[in-house]
């Protein structure tokens, strides 16, 4: 839910009327990180298995 909250976030920056290019890249890599930690937890579950 993060990953989806984030990338909202950052497309919202990007299309303002005066786009936000800082706030962007930083919901960006917000999104980025979310999406690594879900990698990671798939893993460590199908490693399990």
Same mark, same amino acid.
């Given at each position: ?22 706030? =962007? #890249? @930083?919901?960006? $890599?917000? =999104? #980025? @990180?979310?999406? $690594?930690?879900? #990698? ?10």
């Amino acid at each position: 839910m993060q990953a989806l909250n984030s990338l909202s976030r950052c497309k919202a920056m990007l299309t303002a009327n005066e786009p936000m290019y800082l706030f =962007a #890249q @930083q919901w960006l $890599a917000q =999104a #980025q @990180q979310a999406i $690594a930690d879900l #990698q990671a937890i798939d893993q460590s579950h199908s490693t399990r298995g």
